[in-house]
């Protein structure tokens, strides 16, 4: 299932400063990875139109983006729930912008947009040539600019780093890479990631335990040395963009 607000304020971070390494990524049709999961969602939407279950809208092609991209990128997962949570709400406020997005993020990851991808890109392409669409982009940087935020934060403490120290530096790189958007500040940038990434669900667990988890499993050493390089040397932020925690 698709955790919507986890999915974009993680997403991925387009800028050449908090990119790894670049790598020419390509979905591969006979992965067995991908074709394991994407005959499970086959048998699901068998079963769904069998019994007449309805479906949300979107939540196919959402689950076969997310399944491609983590497929094509090798198993990065927070890129494939960040273009299938814009999937899916673009199945219900029509944005195009959102699958511009999508689509332009897995570009500046060197992942070739997948199948699912090129064709609701050709729908919207479609769309927008009838005059059936509109919306406008600055929410979706608002988003953006909160999502990287959060990226770093998580990245910053997972490499030790305190969650004061932190957010500080996330408002600072905000501030530095947006100069003309509006930045938030270290202290709603902690409120807000507590409330995200700290609160516990159902199970018990944090988001940020989960993170945690598999990124202790899976995340290469080249990765943990650019994010304990980047604690160590990312700026803190001005008394300006500090702000009044309060509680």
């Not at 999937?87 to 959102?98: M, T």
């Not at 059936?132 to 030790?160: C, W, Y």
Request: proline residues 6%.
């Amino acid at each position: 299932m698709i955790d919507e607000f986890n999915a974009h304020h993680v997403m991925p971070d387009p800028e050449d400063t908090l990119k790894g390494p670049e790598l020419p990524l390509r979905l591969d049709l006979n992965n067995q990875y991908y074709q394991a999961r994407v005959s499970q969602l086959d048998k699901l939407k068998a079963i769904a139109e069998r019994h007449n279950l309805p479906q949300r809208p979107g939540l196919d092609d959402a689950e076969r983006v997310m399944v491609e991209i983590t497929a094509a990128s090798g198993g990065n997962s927070i890129l494939a729930n960040f273009c299938a949570d814009h999937v899916l709400k673009w199945y219900s406020d029509k944005n195009p912008h959102r699958i511009d997005l999508a689509f332009s993020t897995c570009l500046d990851y060197d992942v070739e947009p997948t199948p699912t991808l090129i064709k609701l890109m050709a729908k919207v392409a479609t769309a927008r040539l009838n005059g059936e669409l509109s919306g406008t982009p600055d929410r979706l940087m608002k988003e953006n600019i909160k999502g990287q935020a959060f990226r770093i934060i998580l990245n910053l403490v997972h490499a030790g780093d305190t969650l004061q120290s932190a957010t500080s530096k996330a408002a600072k790189w905000c501030r530095d890479n947006y100069p003309d958007q509006k930045t938030p500040k270290a202290s709603s940038l902690s409120k807000d990631y507590e409330k995200a990434f700290r609160k516990p669900d159902g199970s018990g667990q944090t988001q940020e335990q989960r993170y945690f988890a598999s990124w202790d499993k899976w995340k290469t050493d080249e990765a943990k040395a650019f994010w304990g390089n980047a604690k160590d040397n990312m700026p803190l932020a001005d008394s300006e963009l500090t702000g009044a925690r309060r509680r």
